[in-house]
């Protein structure tokens, strides 16, 4: 039962456009929705997050936007640089408990 | 601020002998989260301890893996007897206590069963 899908498995963008990765949900129950980074062999970092009462949230070159009534999530990241290259996973949280789609690879091309 | 720190970075063993990863979360952070991701898997969670308590152990595969956070502070997870199939990264992470539940996570220990 995957309560949190990210159905795109990878992503190639060219250097300086819109990365657009998306993410849907089936909880109604979730409080906060969260993007982590992932590059190879460290952690997840915390990149952004939105409340679930919130329908957008934005850091710099990060946004993310939730619509709950479809129950999707979206994070947009412009413009795309070379470093952005890395795995990104959707997670979503309720009371605490973090739960992590599959995750995306997001490849930036020159 | 020091990171959560884990305990190895990796680790070969064969099937059906026993292994395991230590982790010492954020100074503070009373949630301390241990999961286990599958190449090309996302992270699932398989235990959150809040201080010293389990809130949530229920996909913890309780007849191989145990976890325990003695004193609320650092934690240690063992799997005995291994099987091929726990080869993975293992995660630990940590969050504050509150209603914004953002975790920090260690590097990780790559198991691989034999």
């Known amino acids: 039962d995957q309560q949190v899908k990210q159905n795109s498995p990878s992503l190639s963008v060219q250097e300086g456009r819109i990365s657009i990765l998306n993410c849907d949900y089936t909880?109604?129950?979730?409080?906060?929705f969260l993007w982590y980074k992932k590059y190879p062999a460290e952690g997840p970092t915390f990149l952004i997050s939105i409340s679930s009462i919130k329908d957008k949230n934005e850091d710099g070159r990060f946004t993310v936007f939730l619509n709950k009534s479809a129950k999707h999530l979206s994070l947009h990241i412009v413009p795309s640089q070379p470093g952005d290259s890395a795995v990104y996973f959707c997670a979503a949280s309720e009371a605490s408990k973090i739960i992590f789609g599959s995750g995306t690879r997001l490849s930036i091309r020159p | 601020e020091a990171g959560v720190a884990q305990s190895p970075r990796y680790k070969i063993i064969e099937k059906r002998q026993s292994v395991a990863f230590w982790c010492n979360p954020i100074s503070g952070h009373a949630t301390l989260y241990w999961y286990q991701q599958i190449l090309g898997q996302g992270p699932k969670l398989l235990i959150q301890f809040q201080n010293n308590g389990v809130v949530d152990d229920s996909q913890l595969p309780k007849d191989r893996f145990s976890a325990e956070r003695l004193k609320g502070v650092d934690s240690t997870l063992k799997i005995q007897p291994a099987k091929l199939e726990d080869s993975a990264v293992y995660l630990c992470?940590?969050?504050?206590?509150?209603?914004?539940?953002?975790?920090?996570f260690g590097q990780g220990t790559r198991l691989t069963v034999v």
């Open positions: 992470a940590s969050s504050p206590t509150g209603g914004y539940t953002e975790a920090f």
């Open positions: 909880n109604s129950m979730f409080d906060y």
